[in-house]
């Protein structure tokens, strides 16, 4: 299957710093990537679709501003946690869809944020 | 508005037996797929097998079925010969479009699977 890589798998910060999360289809175009959060013991929530070149749409209740999402390219997305706060501690994980697609989203290894 | 249940938040099997996940959905979709993953304490997604809601057979992937009531918007997954590895948590999913090919996935709240040797 296809290969979607996230970076990085774990990351601690200070409160109040912004933080990026990479999240890189390694050998086919994504031309949708999805971004997840998971809470402990929790399923996973969508965040927001990002489709390459245009601006993300985020679910209801997710602070645009706070979570800058950023679809540059066919293989990258990046989501910048902005100004994070302990609450922001979480699990993000990333998917992506290819031109061609069958149905079945390819997902990254996910990233563990903790916010001190 | 899709929805996805899981009711059982945990589940205990012995090791080589064979254990049922229950999944049911909500939807007034016409076409749409389902999917199941499962996800270990790393955290990572793995993708196990997928039904179309075309397919008119039960779809299979080694170790992994995946008995689809249609009628009864059930798509409960079934592991055999269950491993010590199998324990994880186990997600069913839903997403619109032939295929399964549209929208974003929308996840049940899963279930925690312990295989006990």
């Not at chain 2, 229950?22 to 389902?34: E, I, M, P």
């Not at chain 2, 039904?51 to 059930?74: C, I, M, P, V």
């Amino acid at each position: 299957g296809a290969v979607v890589s996230q970076h990085p798998s774990r990351v601690i910060c200070k409160s109040g710093t912004s933080v990026k999360i990479e999240c890189r289809s390694l050998d086919f175009q994504a031309t949708t990537m999805f971004w997840y959060r998971q809470f402990p013991k929790q399923s996973l929530m969508l965040m927001a679709t990002s489709n390459e070149g245009s601006k993300a749409t985020y679910e209801q209740g997710v602070e645009k501003d706070k979570f800058l999402i950023n679809h540059a390219s066919l293989t990258l997305s990046t989501l910048t946690v902005t100004s994070a706060h302990p609450e922001d501690s979480s699990f993000y994980i990333c998917s992506a869809e290819t031109s061609g697609n069958t149905g079945e989203l390819f997902f990254g290894e996910g990233s563990r944020l903790t916010v001190l | 508005a899709q929805k996805i249940t899981q009711t059982q938040p945990g589940m205990f099997v012995q090791e080589k037996e064979a254990v049922t996940l229950d999944c049911t959905y909500d939807t007034s979709d016409q076409s749409y797929g389902l999917f199941w993953y499962k996800q270990p304490s790393s955290g990572e997604m793995i993708f196990l097998i997928y039904q179309g809601s075309y397919d008119e057979q039960n779809a299979t992937e080694g170790r992994y079925s995946l008995n689809f009531q249609k009628a009864r918007k059930s798509a409960n997954l079934v592991i055999s010969a269950s491993q010590l590895g199998d324990s994880a948590m186990y997600f069913c999913a839903m997403r619109e479009g032939y295929g399964g090919s549209q929208g974003n996935l929308i996840f049940g709240k899963g279930t925690k699977l312990s295989v006990k040797p």
